[in-house]
Every structure is written in C-alpha cells, then in structure tokens.
C-alpha cells in the first residue's frame, strides 16, 4: 500500500459504520430488528398485513394525506352531458306520502315515460327486497322496455348490514321474473372500506356485474379496460359552484309529465345514461373521498355516476405494483441508516432532512397528478419507518460512542483523575491544542539508588520492578484527583489544577506527597525482601512548588502531549533534587504552602537552589513533628537575615531534642553559613 494510501483517513460513511459496529453484537443484532420493523411500518402503514385491518396510528393519517391531495388533484370539470340523475327527492316523499318503502307505482309511471325518450340505458339504485302492492305493475313495466334496464342487486353475503335473508330471498324472486327482458341485475356494492368510498368495490365471484359496468355493456359500450379494475374513484370536481357535476331531475316530472314539458325532458335524456335512485337527506348518503375536505356526502346514486364517468373518460388510475412499494420501503430505510452514518452536526444534516421530507411528502402528490392510483401508497409510514430506522443506527452509534467513551475515560483514566476523565470527554474543547496559563501544584519524585540497582539485575527485571513503583506512585496521584504529566525513568511528575481546578487541589497534591513517601518506603521494604543480595534502594523524595505555568496539548497533527510548560515545572524539580543535599523527603516552596494550607510543614530555611538566582523558602513535611518544635523552627528561619547567631541557637536546641533528625542537622549547618539576607547558597 502506498503511504499516501495508507494516511487516508476513512470516509463519513465508513466513520458511521465503525462507530456503530464498536456498539457490540447484541446491538447490532437489537438494530437489525428494528430496521426490519421500519421496513415494515413504511411497507405496512395503511393496513396490516392480510390487508384487512387498519395499521394503528398511522392509517388515518394516511387515509387524511390521500383524501388531500386527490381533492386538488382532480380535474375541474363543466357539467357532465353524457349522463342524468332522475331522483327521489325529500319532496317527492312528501307529495307521495309515503317515505319507504319508495313508491314504486311512481318509478313504474316514470320509467314508461323514459322508455320513449331515447336514454342509451338506464340504471336503477333501488332494491326491491320487500313487496308492495304496485310490483305488478313494476314487473310489467320493466320487462317491456326497450330501453336496457340494470336493476339493483345485493345479497346477504356482501351487504351483510343492510340485507338480511328474507330481504334476498324476495330479491331474488322479483329479478327471476325479470329473466328474458332487458332489465338485468347489477350490483350496487360500493366499498366503504374505513368509513370512506374512495375505491371501486372488489369483484366477488356469483355477484352481478357492477351498476356503471352493467350500464354500459347493455347499451354497447363496454369497458374492456375497467372490467378487473379495483383500484381509487377518479372522483372530479365541478368547475362552478352553481353548475353540480351531474344534472339532477325529480321523478315526478317524469312519472306524470305535463306534456308542454316533455320534449324538455326527452332533451334531457336522449343519448345519456340515466341514473334512477334516492336523493334524500336521511338516506343512502356516502362519504368519499373529498367529504373530509368539503364536507359533503353525496347520495349513492352521484358515487355510481362517479364511476361511470371514470370508465367513459377512461381514466383508469396505474396501480403502483406491489414490489415498487416494497422497494421504496427498503430505500427509505437505507437513506435512514445511511443519513445516520453520516454524523453530520445538526445545521449540517438539516438541508437533507428537508429534502427527504419533501421527497416522502411530494412523491405521493406528484404521482396522483399523474393519475397514478397513490391508494395505499404509503407517505405517513415511510416519515415513520425513516424516522424509526434513523433512530435505531443512531442509538446504536450512542451505544458505540457510550463503549468508546467508557474506554477513552478508562484510557485517560491512567493519566488523569476519572472524574477529570469524564469531563473531557464531555468537553474535548478540554484538550485543544495549544496551552493557557494556569496557577498549578506540581509534583516531582524521584527513587534514590534505583540506577545503580537497575545495573546489578536483568533489564527484565529492571523493567518489572519499575512498572511496579511507577503502577503504585500513579495510583496515589489519581486517587489523589492530580494529574500524571509524565514518567522520566523512575522520576514522577504530576501537577493539580488543570485542566479543571478544584478548590482542594493544594490540600490533594500535599497528601499525595505524603502518600508517594510511604509508597516508596514499601516498595523499598519490598525489593530487600525479594533479594536480599540487590544494592539497597534509597527514599522516594518529592518536591512541590506552586505557581504559573502553561498547561494544554503540545505537538502537532499527528502527536501530541498534554503537559505543562515553565518555571513552576523546574523550581519542583530542583526542590526535589535539594532533597538529597539537605537531608529532607518532601519539601516544598513557601508558596505552595501558602496555597495549600496544610499544618504538616515545618520552616527549612532559606536556599538558593541550584540554576535559580531567586531564593526559596523551604518548607519539609512531617505531619507528627511537635507544635512547640515546628513554631520555634518558623522563628529560626525568621530571625535568620537579622540574628543569625539567634537563630542558630533555637534551631540547634530544637535539633537537640531530634538527635537521629538529619535534615535539622543539616539545617543548623546551613544556619552557619548564610549570607546578609538569611540564604544558603546551594552547590
């Protein structure tokens, strides 16, 4: 592989995916099932599978979102000519006296009148499944014309709520004796599917042939194209308010004509296809397809002229084929998965939800302008199935992120206090590159004798018992929440306060120095006891300074470290390396007591370390040293710069009370050798 090759970094995609995949097996797996569970919601959001029952939640709003955009959809049309509604209307009922059932010696009247009038065929939206005293002279009537005649039918099987066994024994009767004339049964089952007409009724095997379709093969012209079809209503809309889309005539003015009228009323019919039935308030009213957005239901008899219309203009709406929709399910769900692979931050990711919205919302009304049959063509379900399949990688991902997370705090956790942890990884800003100038504690150890130890035994060994001194020295400074800034052989160097300061930071770092002595004394006590025969290890000393320094990422692109930079880290270091000269384990500068706050100090004298020109006032720590020592040892080094001789007699009394003390030995040595300001020059 080429090297260029070899630093691609992977794409946004390839990103996504391994983030999602570090989420473990059980995820993925928890993922995949939800995924499928999209496909289905997107595939299955107008009915269930089996196509009978409505899918919860979501098929009314599908049902909503059709019944809209087919109501704009549909042509404005002028008042259809090609067919006629001759009608019962409230006040035939009311100057017949009688409401039901429908006075058939008034439709027997009308249709003798029709008959002579030229109408290409006539369909009848009336059941006759009771008798009444006028079927006689119905019968008669209807087996005489010469005008096709399609007369209602239903039966129990298919109109289960509206005819009953008795209802269709008697149906059945009355359209034998029609047998041999031209009046022939024809269904008039509309689907009310979801409380809606919005489809043609489902062909059922021993059932007539539908009204429109009856209508139209009597009267020689059928329509080859419709006699499956089972597919949406191409329902229209008029073009005027005023002008209805069918003309619409009361039955009374053809069952008893006055005769200037007739010739008006042949006009009205010859040629057309007229449709016979009820237009009453309280009777046989259909909600369609567009009665949720204007609000009104049409009689039945307007819904089969609807149908007829359809086949005469032959629009015959495209059925979206099955595996269509079941594709657009699948890409939905992959343009999910694949949006939530991406990652992009939100401002980013926004022109694209946008976009897929438009596209779930504007496929559908594209289609039906199309006239293509949207009728279960899912809109509501694919926003659902998306949203659920992008939630599904994406919770994936935070899972993955949670395991990354998990590992990245775990990982700084060996370098830095876990709660320090946790909010860097909360906030990388944390760890940007570059540094700031912070007031730290800093921390430096060192382990006497281990260089010439390290020579007398194997580098396997040498390693081992390394990793173990610097395992315990680490764990002191993260329990004690500081941070580890690196390893310089067997030397430690730690600092508190960055990057987050915490009020008891100067109290942590003194009890960590404390803490990293006694961890030395037991590794010391460790090592003897393994190999008597090794060269003996020396103390663990420690020196601690508070003060300014540059704290942050340091490197470039490809590496970095996460140090501080500056006096405070070198002033540490040179106090930790007095510690040998002046027979102390942890001292520290005055500053760093003054910030810590501790009382386990006592007053060292003032030094001029080694590489510095400014003196420091050292402080050792010895948290059982007595009070009464500890004060006059801080007198002592007060009076030094102006009563040396003073301070070297109260510093050699204390001295006196701690004969196997070596560092106040050393310190009454150093008494004796200072300059006019009370400092001992370090060599």
Not at 651 to 674: K, M, P
Request: negative net charge.
């Amino acid at each position: 592989m080429a090297a260029g090759e070899a630093d691609k970094q992977p794409g946004w995609l390839a990103r996504g995916w391994r983030n999602v995949r570090a989420a473990g097996t059980v995820q993925l797996a928890a993922t995949l099932v939800v995924l499928g569970f999209a496909v289905c919601i997107a595939r299955f959001s107008w009915v269930l599978p089996g196509g009978e029952v409505a899918t919860p939640l979501t098929s009314e709003a599908e049902r909503a979102f059709y019944d809209l955009r087919a109501y704009y959809a549909a042509d404005l049309v002028e008042q259809d000519q090609r067919l006629v509604l001759v009608v019962y209307t409230d006040q035939t009922l009311i100057n017949a006296r009688k409401r039901s059932p429908l006075d058939r010696g008034l439709l027997a009247r009308a249709l003798r009148n029709l008959d002579a009038m030229g109408a290409k065929a006539i369909g009848i939206d009336i059941l006759f499944d009771q008798p009444q005293d006028e079927d006689e002279e119905l019968i008669a009537t209807l087996r005489a014309m010469r005008t096709p005649v399609a007369v209602a039918y239903a039966n129990v099987a298919t109109n289960e709520d509206d005819v009953v066994y008795e209802q269709q024994a008697f149906l059945d009767a009355f359209q034998a004796r029609l047998a041999g004339s031209r009046a022939v049964p024809a269904s008039i089952r509309l689907d009310n599917t979801f409380g809606a007409t919005r489809v043609w009724p489902r062909i059922v095997p021993g059932l007539p042939s539908l009204l429109g379709r009856a209508m139209l093969a009597e009267a020689g012209e059928p329509a080859p194209g419709f006699a499956a079809y089972e597919g949406a209503i191409d329902y229209r809309r008029p073009k005027f308010v005023d002008a209805p889309l069918f003309a619409s005539l009361q039955i009374d003015l053809f069952a008893d004509p006055d005769p200037e009228v007739l010739p008006f009323l042949a006009e009205q019919v010859r040629g057309k296809y007229v449709l016979l039935g009820g237009d009453i308030v309280d009777y046989d009213r259909v909600e369609t397809t567009f009665t949720s957005i204007n609000g009104e239901t049409p009689a039945g008899i307007a819904v089969h002229a609807d149908i007829i219309a359809q086949m005469l203009d032959g629009r015959r709406l495209e059925p979206i084929p099955a595996w269509v929709i079941w594709a657009m399910a699948v890409l939905v769900v992959l343009t999910a998965v694949l949006t939530a692979l991406l990652e992009w931050r939100a401002r980013r990711l926004a022109p694209v939800l946008a976009l897929l919205l438009a596209a779930f919302v504007g496929i559908p009304i594209a289609l039906q302008f199309a006239n293509v049959d949207t009728y279960g063509l899912p809109a509501f379900g694919w926003l659902i199935g998306w949203i659920t399949a992008f939630t599904a990688v994406t919770t994936a991902a935070r899972a993955a992120g949670a395991v990354q997370r998990n590992f990245a705090t775990g990982a700084l956790g060996k370098y830095i206090p876990r709660d320090i942890a946790e909010a860097i990884i909360a906030r990388p800003e944390l760890l940007s590159l570059g540094g700031e100038k912070r007031e730290i504690f800093v921390l430096f150890s060192d382990l006497e004798g281990f260089t010439a130890m390290s020579h007398a035994i194997p580098p396997e060994t040498v390693a081992r018992l390394l990793n173990r001194y610097l395992d315990s020295l680490s764990q002191v400074v993260l329990d004690h929440g500081g941070v580890i800034d690196k390893f310089v052989a067997d030397a430690v160097v730690a600092f508190w306060g960055a990057p987050i300061a915490r009020a008891d930071d100067g109290e942590r770092a003194a009890r960590a120095a404390l803490a990293i002595r006694e961890a030395g004394e037991a590794f010391r006590r460790e090592v003897a006891a393994m190999d008597p025969s090794l060269p003996a290890i020396g103390r663990t000393r420690v020196g601690l300074h508070y003060g300014e320094a540059v704290v942050g990422n340091f490197g470039g692109a490809t590496r970095i470290q996460y140090t501080a930079l500056g006096d405070s880290m070198n002033t540490a270091s040179r106090l930790e390396a007095a510690n040998k000269a002046l027979g102390t384990s942890v001292l520290a500068s005055r500053e760093f007591v003054a910030a810590a706050g501790s009382d386990v100090w006592r007053a060292m004298g003032r030094v001029r370390l080694r590489g510095r020109a400014q003196a420091v006032d050292l402080f050792e720590a010895v948290p059982d040293f007595p009070e009464e020592d500890r004060a006059a040892l801080a007198e002592a080094c007060a009076l030094a710069a102006g009563a040396p001789g003073r301070a070297i007699d109260i510093a050699r009394d204390v001295a006196s009370r701690h004969a196997e003390d070596s560092a106040l030995q050393s310190l009454v040595e150093r008494l004796q050798h200072i300059d006019g300001e009370g400092t001992y020059v370090l060599s």
